[in-house]
């Protein structure tokens, strides 16, 4: 009588079904964090730093695009950190997770070097209509910046 040989294949099967699951991840600016106090709101003084607004005078200061791209091999360093942990137990959106937390990280350090060093220095204009503000680009109430969010979702 030959010897019975028996495989658990359970975790390959949860590693094969999760890979089949269609998450996406946004950041940016979503949902009640669109919102701010005073003038405008969050995606329209947003977009006019992220691509520049030759109307309002105010150049190019990306805070979202820049730094998921000039820093892309961080995020994915930093994301993979829990990743494995998440994989293994078959939890595919965690990753997803880590993801979005990684890049939330790395805008904000945008915010914390003036675009690592990139972002167009205010006029002098601007920093004497904000006596008593933050002088720094982007950080005179840090409303935009804290509305900067990521959001996993399942495509399905």
Known sequence: MKPEIK????????????????YYLKV?????????????????????HEFGSFTDRIPRRSFLRMP????TEQILRDASKHSLQALAAGNF??????????CETVIGMAFDTRGFGTWKALSARTIELKIGKNPAPLINTSQLRRSITSKVEDGK
């Open 28 to 48: 940016g600016i979503m949902g009640s964090k669109a919102s701010r106090r005073g003038d405008g709101t969050n995606p329209t003084i947003g977009s006019k």
């Open 7 to 22: 495989y658990d294949l359970k975790k390959l099967d949860n590693f094969v079904r999760g890979l089949s699951q269609n």
């Open 68 to 71: 998921l791209f000039m820093k």
């Open 93 to 102: 959106k965690q990753v997803f997770v880590n993801l979005g937390i990684a």
